[in-house]
């Protein structure tokens, strides 16, 4: 069955430096999504893609946040200069025409 | 401001008995309703989803849903020990576009007991 992956499973770095998380979502898939969750907090929205742009943003994702769909199947968030605060587990989905977002199993950032 | 609210539990089960899960929801606009599972560490898993008032069953699991209450609801029946893990409501707002971002509450911490 297809699924989701991301890379990598964890990521270490210090405050201040620039991380690069990857996705690849399901191959037929046309819409994609960055979540994050705090430890112990609910899973929050970041960002939708959409045919190679922004479609809607949360107020978290800020000018040190961006995402790219370099070629055909990867999907990547950045994060420019890392916040302690951006600690969290970072979730990629895609969904098809359908309503349904597929989540991958995450990418845990630890910032020192 | 979207609100999507959850008992957080623990609610404790025995093995075998129904656990109800129930979640309410502040936006009248809400199209359709996703129930996820999340195991400690990992990522959401979709368990079903609901999109019209009514009952929808899906195997041991039965997702309710009343727009007029904004309330939606899911019922895991025979419980099993695997049952155990967050249980997360996550409507999704707005026409069917291209955003279609998901909104989660806080999620319901089961516990079914041998």
């Known amino acids: 069955e297809p699924e989701v992956t991301q890379t990598p499973s964890h990521q270490v770095t210090q405050m201040g430096q620039e991380v690069i998380l990857r996705c690849v979502p399901i191959?037929?898939?046309?819409?994609f999504y960055w979540y994050r969750q705090i430890l112990g907090q609910k899973v929050e929205f970041l960002v939708s893609f959409y045919n190679n742009e922004i479609s809607e943003k949360s107020e978290i994702f800020d000018d040190q946040f961006s995402v790219e769909r370099p070629d055909g199947s990867n999907f990547t968030l950045k994060i420019r200069s890392t916040k302690l605060e951006d600690s969290a587990m970072y979730f990629c989905?895609?969904?098809?025409?359908?309503?349904?977002?597929?989540f991958g199993p995450g990418t845990r950032l630890t910032v020192l | 401001q979207k609100e999507v609210e959850q008992n957080s539990g623990p609610l404790s089960v025995p093995e075998g008995a129904i656990a109800s899960l129930n979640c309410t929801y502040s936006d009248r606009g809400s199209q359709s309703f996703f129930w996820y599972r999340q195991y400690s560490g990992k990522s959401p898993e979709l368990i079903m989803f609901?999109?019209?008032?009514g009952d929808k069953e899906d195997g041991r699991f039965t997702a309710q849903l009343n727009k007029a209450s904004q309330y939606v609801s899911l019922l895991i029946r025979d419980s099993q020990p695997s049952d155990s893990a967050t249980y997360l409501c996550?409507?999704?707002?707005?026409?069917?576009?291209?955003?279609?971002?998901?909104?989660f509450g806080g999620g319901t911490r089961v516990l079914v007991k041998p």
């Open positions: 609901i999109y019209s008032n």
């Open positions: 996550a409507p999704r707002w707005g026409a069917e576009a291209a955003g279609n971002k998901l909104t």
């Open positions: 989905a895609s969904r098809s025409n359908t309503d349904t977002q597929y």
């Open positions: 191959s037929n898939h046309l819409y």
